[in-house]
């Protein structure tokens, strides 16, 4: 299953990440989403968990947790066509 993490510390690596969900089971891969332009965090990421039990109790016990000072947004990760679509910058 695959998780978004949102309202992440600019200073979160993929580390941090990946660390904070391996208590709640085998984290497949964690990434911190950067901005191409800056390199900086845009302050969101994902977590890939292979047990789908795991990541519901990874969910639910991240959720509003403390983590470098910023309350977590955790959640299942839509997959990429049920997202909306922003307007396009260039």
Excluded at 44 to 65: L, T
Aim: hydrophobic fraction near 30%; avoid cysteine; proline fraction near 3%.
């Amino acid at each position: 299953m695959n998780i978004y993490v949102g309202n992440l510390s600019w200073n979160t690596t993929d580390d941090d990440l990946r660390s904070a969900f391996e208590a709640f089971g085998d984290v497949s891969s964690a990434k911190v989403i950067m901005d191409r332009e800056t390199g900086r965090s845009r302050g969101f990421g994902f977590v890939e968990m292979s047990d789908d039990n795991a990541a519901r109790q990874a969910i639910e016990g991240m959720n509003d947790k403390d983590l470098q000072g910023r309350s977590l947004r955790v959640n299942e990760a839509r997959p990429r066509d049920d997202r909306p679509r922003g307007p396009r910058r260039f």
